[in-house]
């Protein structure tokens, strides 16, 4: 975004910069939430799937008029005040730098949803995310992107310890994290055996595992693990994994980005299940 222009006269000394501001209108850092927890989202995807979100608990937003334009029927979600704005006002609410598109939300977090109640609603096929203590909340908001676009159900994080859903994860995620269902459990390891009792195959993604992930077999329910961006999953939760797997690479690189490595693994895995289903009669047509 360009930077603010002046409208000061020219033989006035410029004041010096407010404290905590780049430049003295700009914020250096992201500005922190609110006392309240409220915070902003930003980015034309990440404000229009909050807004579609029932879920989702939605209080200001701030928008150009091109923005608001762009949101069309979002926009008019009852209860929620819309101010018209220039992009400097919206510049001031978000971390510097961002690309906003033109509109912001203010917003309550998301309460995540109850195992049980996920668990209910799922059929005969099913596929779970488990991230353990991933912390980098754009690395959480890629994964949820790249989940959604792959057809997972649903995505199992830890209630402490793990990157918070905020503006961050919530613009990586470009409006996947008010779609897919997030779970926070209390216990990986308790979860891993609620699991593999309601018929999930529990299989862990590690560098070095005897496992190509190609070479999985077919089940109907699964629930792929993930462990944190450095030290990988934790023992207890990868004693309780059925299989470990892993993703062939060169010996020129020892490992890939977490959300590199689950979007291969996720679009692998769709494609044994797309092996073992056969063809309809319009793919054969």
Known sequence: MSPRSSDKPMNR???????GRAGGDRRAEPPAAESNGHFWLYGHHAVAAALKNPRRSCHLLLATRQGLERLGDAARRRGVEIRITDPREIGRVVPQGAVHQGVAL???PLQ????????????AESLFLMLDQITDPRNVGAILRTALALGVQAVIVQERRSGELNAACARAAAGALDIIPIVAVTNLARTIVRLKEAGYRVTGLQ????????ELPYVPRRLLVFGSEGAGMRRLVSEGCDELARIHMTPHMESLNVSVACG????VLKRVVARRTPPTDAALS
């Open 207 to 214: 560098a070095q595992a005897p496992i190509p992930v190609e």
């Open 106 to 108: 203010k917003v309550a």
């Open 264 to 267: 291969i693994a996720l679009y």
């Open 112 to 123: 995540p949803r109850p195992l049980e109640r996920v668990l209910a609603v799922q059929g």
């Open 13 to 19: 000394k410029p004041k010096k910069p407010a404290p």
